[in-house]
């Protein structure tokens, strides 16, 4: 059955609610990445009484896509979309892990529920299912500048209505439909199957010495591995991965732990240049300076004109797209991150590299003069 494409038949006239428009806490969330993202208050109330007077049409969801004909009279019909970020491969394998290390979170979705322990858990191996600020890219052919105009935040209210009803209609925005993620669960629940060859005690005996006594949590010592083994570096990087775990910071996909090898070692990024900013990136903060290259948001509307008011102050002509403001007098660009630190990039030969470590504006703009 192929579940990635779900078409849900225009909602009609509903009578108001009273209190919040969606009754289920992940549909409040959905409404609140929404609204906290608008640029103005009135498209929002004309999206409610839109959303309560019937006037979207049916409304299709795909991966990383809603889209839905509103009524927008006198004005027409209008065409509007609002599209949402896919999970990687990485993110759904770290996912499904969550779900299936509990049978009650499984069950809770089967019901039609979205735990928050789930999505908890799910955000602590850094999987983000409900959408933040600036998530939702809505979309419309109407003449409206602002966003999300009337139509776009019609769509997204009645949207909250069916994750009430279904929570696996985010999962499908996110990426993967309901019969995919219940036979990936399937096979992750299902018995070991025995493997013939070495039993990892022997293969692990080869590698390592003896065990040092378990150590206190959050306390690590260094372990001397043996020389020679092509294995070892496999063990120390697993290690490092461990000591993410342990320490509580968010576990790495591949793309972001190749980086972080390539941000210590010339030959890898000798072999592989497409890392080399990357490598940079994360040279200077890690993975939340990688996250920063690499994934644009939307800051607040407070910190958005807090930090436009200290550069103007400072003189200088400021362009600013989503979390990034460019001096381009300077060859400068300064973005914010969602760990609400500045880093700091420099144009070489059209394109911008992440130039040193974060810190806050006034600090960069002194130290790149």
């Not at 591949?254 to 090898?261: A, E, I, W, Y």
């Not at 362009?319 to 973005?335: H, I, K």
Request: a negative charge.
């Amino acid at each position: 059955m192929n579940d990635l494409v779900r078409g849900f038949p225009a909602f009609g006239v509903v009578k108001r609610r009273v209190g919040r428009f969606a009754r289920s806490w992940w549909g409040q969330a959905w409404i609140k990445a929404m609204e906290d993202s608008a640029l103005a208050l009135e498209p929002l109330k004309r999206g409610r009484r839109f959303a309560y007077a019937g006037r979207v049409g049916t409304i299709t969801v795909s991966p990383g896509r809603l889209s839905a004909t509103v009524d927008g009279s006198p004005d027409g019909l209008f065409h509007t979309r609002v599209t949402l970020a896919r999970l990687s491969d990485a993110d759904w394998e770290r996912f499904l892990d969550r779900v299936a290390a509990r049978a009650s979170h499984l069950a809770a979705l089967l019901d039609k529920d979205m735990p928050q322990d789930l999505v908890s858990a799910a955000e602590d191996a850094g999987v983000e299912l409900l959408p933040g600020i600036g998530d939702l890219e809505p979309e419309c052919d109407c003449p409206g500048w602002e966003l999300p105009c009337e139509h776009a935040a019609a769509l997204c209210y009645q949207v909250s209505w069916l994750l009430d009803a279904d929570p696996f209609v985010l999962l499908l925005l996110r990426g993967r439909g309901e019969r995919e993620l219940l036979d990936a669960l399937n096979l992750r629940n299902a018995p070991p199957v025995e493997r013939r060859g070495v039993s990892g005690a022997v293969a692990y005996a080869r590698v390592l010495p003896p065990l040092p006594e378990p150590l206190e949590a959050g306390v690590f010592a260094p372990v001397e591995l043996p020389p020679g083994p092509e294995v070892a570096p496999l063990v120390v990087n697993a290690a490092e991965q461990a000591r993410r775990l342990l320490t509580g910071e968010p576990a790495l996909d591949l793309r972001q732990d190749t980086v972080r090898l390539a941000a210590s070692d010339a030959a890898l990024r000798a072999r592989y240049p497409e890392l080399d900013r990357a490598a940079a990136a994360w040279s200077h903060g890690g993975l939340m300076a990688l996250k920063t290259l690499e994934s644009p948001w939307t800051p607040s509307k407070q910190a958005h004109a807090r930090a436009t008011a200290v550069l103007e102050a400072d003189g200088h002509l400021v362009a600013v797209e989503r979390n990034r403001f460019t001096l381009p007098d300077r060859g400068l660009q300064l973005r914010l991150g969602r760990d609400e630190r500045w880093y700091p990039y420099l144009d070489q030969h059209g394109e911008w590299w992440p130039a040193g470590p974060p810190a806050d504006l006034p600090t960069l703009l002194a130290t790149h003069t």
